[in-house]
T-cell receptor, first 109, second 114 residues
Framework: TQLLEQSPQFLSIQEGENLTVYCNSS?????LQWYRQEPGEGPVLLVT?????EVKKLKRLTFQFGDARKDSSLHITAAQPGDTGLYLC?????????FGTGTRLTVIP | ETGVTQTPRHLVMGMTNKKSLKCEQH?????MYWYKQSAKKPLELMFV???????ENNSVPSRFSPECPNSSHLFLHLHTLQPEDSALYLC?????????????FGPGTRLTVL
């Protein structure tokens, strides 16, 4: 079993649609991070959520940390082709980061 | 050069070859990491160096040998690899190791073992 399960694994949508990606675990995390990885590049940090129930917004992206700090979601409004990439959640039960299984998003123009 | 750079970007090697991957960070960070990214597995942490000292070896086979001569440079020496070692190898750095530190990743080295 994976420490951090993401769903869906793959998502293909039309430009302008909304979507939500989920990151779930049976473990409690003191914080969770979301990264986006584009083809040929390494992951880039989007946000860190620390407090249970916390909601953070980054332009059209909304991140939420579950009240119990075991899960997180990423909602994208009016998706654009530039949002295409692999979205990874990551949590640190100890001093090291564990990455989720990833959601590969394709936004079709 | 800025950020985290990795060379080479692509590498093809036979199982009997010896090669090295290089990572350099220009961010003044004190922690550096090696990760393995395979097609069907989550990103896997391999090694962590904090202030040039190895602080984590995540049960990595001895055919992978890391070296950190200073806080800016990290190497991964490869020998007698197996085809299942083919993957994207990512280097990252952070101010220090620890759960709250943002990690900055390089573009990776795409390794193919024949």
């Amino acid at each position: 079993t994976q420490l951090l399960e993401q769903s869906p694994q793959f998502l293909s949508i039309q430009e302008g649609e909304n979507l939500t990606v989920y990151c779930n675990s049976s473990s409690v995390f003191s914080s969770l991070q979301w990264y986006r990885q584009e083809p040929g590049e390494g992951p880039v940090l989007l946000v860190t959520v620390v407090t249970g129930g916390e909601v953070k917004k980054l332009k059209r992206l909304t991140f939420q940390f579950g009240d119990a700090r075991k899960d997180s979601s990423l909602h994208i409004t009016a998706a654009q082709p530039g949002d295409t990439g692999l979205y990874l959640c990551a949590g640190a039960p100890n001093s090291n980061l564990f990455f989720g299984t990833g959601t590969r998003l394709t936004v079709i123009p | 050069e800025t950020g985290v750079t990795q060379t080479p970007r692509h590498l093809v090697m036979g199982m009997t070859n010896k090669k090295s991957l290089k990572c350099e960070q220009h961010l003044g960070h004190n922690a550096m990491y090696w990760y393995k990214q395979s097609a069907k597995k989550p990103l896997e942490l391999m090694f962590v160096y904090n202030f040039k000292e190895q602080t984590e070896n995540n049960s990595v086979p001895s055919r992978f040998s890391p070296e950190c001569p200073n806080s800016s440079h990290l190497f991964l020496h490869l020998h007698t690899l197996q085809p299942e070692d083919s993957a994207l190898y990512l280097c990252a750095s952070s101010q220090e190791s620890g759960r709250y530190n943002e990690q900055f990743f390089g573009p990776g080295t795409r390794l193919t073992v024949l």
